[in-house]
Structures are given as C-alpha cells and as structure tokens.
C-alpha cells in the first residue's frame, strides 16, 4: 500500500500512531477554553468576545482560528427573538431634553439614563426600574418591584445616588411616563441637584442607550428563562447586572471591557 501511495512506511507507521495533525491537537486544547468562557457568558458570547476573553487569559491565536472553531463544533451565541422597532412621536417639552441623542461622555457621573421594563414570571409581571451612567454605560442604580408605582423610579435614582454620591449637577434623563412626571420624581430630583432631560413623546431613540441595556438583559438572559415566581426572577437579573453586565460582560461601545473595568481604566489615566 506504501508502495502504491508512494509513500514512506515509516510515515505511516508514524501516522498509526499519531493520526491527529498538530494543528488539530491545537484546536482541541483551545476548543476547551472557548467553551469555558462560552459556559461563563451563559452562552451569549459569540466569536469576537470570546477572543477577547482567550486573548486576556493569555492564549495566542488569531480571531479568524477562533470563529472557525466554534463555527465547526456550532458553538454561537444564544440570543432571544427580535422585537419590532418603535416609531417615533410627536415632539413634547415636558422637559428639555438635554441629550438629543448624544449618548456618549467623557467623565463618569455627568450624565445618567433611567428607564423600566417588564420581566414576565409564572406569578405575574416583575417590574425593573434602571439607572445607566453614560460614561461607561454601568448600571449605578436599579430597583424591581411587583408593581409600577411611581416608587420604583425614585428607589432606583436613590440607589445610585448613595452608590456614586456625585459631588456635581447630574443630568437624569428619562422619558414621558407617569412614573417621570410625578411629583415624588420632580421633587426627589429637584432636591438632590439632578438636571431633568426628558425624551419626545413615544420616541425609544431618545432613549437608545438604555433601550440597548434592555435588548441585551432580555436577549442574553429573560428570554431564555422561565422565572416560576419573582423571587426567582429577582436573583437571576440580580446575577445579571451585578455580576455579569458590570462586571464581565464585554461592551462594544468600551472597546470591548466591562464597565467596572472601563471606569478602573479611567480613574487611573
């Protein structure tokens, strides 16, 4: 058979002995660790922070061999469904809105974003109130509440406001619901020294930065949980946001660093 192939028997006997190439030693050993930070993520990892997570831990290989790995063993990032975009409203000055889309703020604690949304659970709606500095796109504040009384938005600007204790004026913006036009709102913000910003009317784009928290915490964890009562769903998104979303999850927007390590970063600069 050597003679026919026109090879080296002892090639051969070398292959018999050691079928798999180097190179697919080498994929199998880091096939290892991308499922580990794969594991880590809870899955919602795809190629680029995987590499990235691989690169920190001081593994040497390029971002293409990466995606081809988990390309072949269907190895992709678990993500919930797409929802539909919202229109835009008609323009409203309740209050001035000091953004108008410019999401983006050199210092932390010039400018935070708050917003809520709803979690479904076996025993009904869980509803969580955010609180997201611009700056490294952290959430500094938070509260989750069995209903939407207007307490849930002033617990979670409180929450962050003992967190940070920001020494200046902070813009606070927010859109048009109720919970934002009420008096414990206008007052909690007046007496605290924040800056009211307010979206247009019916317009998420004004918003866009916590609206993107939102997409990411129900796409990478919500919808992909059934929470039998909210007792359950409070510790998962807990876990979510202090341990995961602050802490590890890798932002595109902060060159791929999680916010606690983007605000470290800056601190130090």
Known sequence: MCRVLKVHRSGFYAWLNKPKSDREIEDERILKQIKHFWDESDKVYGSPRIFEDLRESGEVCGLNRVARIMRENKIQAEIGLKRRRYKYGKPSVAHENHLQQNFNYDEIDVAWVTDITYIPT?????????????????????????????????????????????????????????????????????????IQSMSRRGNCYDNAAVESFFNSLKKERTRRRKYLTRDDARNDIFDYIEVFYNRKRRHEHLNRRSPVDFEKALMAS
């Open 122 to 194: 076996s025993e009904g709606w869980l509803y969580l109130a955010v609180v997201m500095d611009l700056c490294s796109r952290r959430i500094v504040g938070w509260s989750m509440q069995n209903t939407l009384h207007r307490d849930i938005v002033v617990q979670a600007l409180l929450s962050a406001f003992w967190r940070r204790r920001p020494k200046n004026k902070v813009i606070i913006h927010s859109d048009q619901g109720t919970q934002y036009s009420s008096s414990d709102w206008n007052r909690f913000c007046k007496n605290n020294n924040f």
